[in-house]
Structure formats: structure tokens, C-alpha cells
């Protein structure tokens, strides 16, 4: 199983916790407003995928407050996207 599909995997399970069966999941679906997660969720999915892929994105990398929707978190656990994360939009 590869990095993205590891991500994907572990915030599927968390979601059907919270949310019920949910069979996919699209990158542009926000993880709060429109998955239902709750700070304390994303929490144990990023201690999950921690101990799975033994990284932490979000110790040095990228900012927490830049993942927003599910295509962000599978971008931070993916070395080449990470630039764009910590990008600033141009007003």
C-alpha cells in the first residue's frame, strides 16, 4: 500500500466512525465542515498515520492550519506537494 492510499485508508475508518458508511472519499471534501471531523479526530488520525508511516508532516513541514480538505492531508503526507501547503495565496 502506498503513502496516499495508507492516508486515505486510516481517515476512511475515522470517518465512518463519526460520519457512518461512507464508501469514498473526494479530495476536495473539507475534513471539518464537510466530513464532520473535530480537532480531536484529526489528532488520533495524524498518531495513527505516525506510527504507520513513521512521519509527521506536521512537526516541521506544513502547517497544520493549511489542511483543510482531504486532497490537503494527502498532500502533506506526500513529500513533492508539500511546497504548495505552506504556500501564501496572492491576495
Known sequence: MDRRETVMAALLEIVNE???PVEH???DQLLVD??????LHLARLVAVLELEL????FSDDVPITGVRTVGD??????PVAQPRL??????
Open 34 to 39: 464537510g466530513l464532520g471531523l473535530e480537532s
Open 54 to 57: 513513521d512521519t509527521d508532516p
Open 18 to 20: 463519526v460520519a457512518g
Open 25 to 27: 472519499l473526494d479530495p
Open 86 to 91: 505552506g504556500a501564501v495565496e496572492p491576495a
Open 73 to 78: 492531508l494527502l498532500d502533506a503526507y506526500d
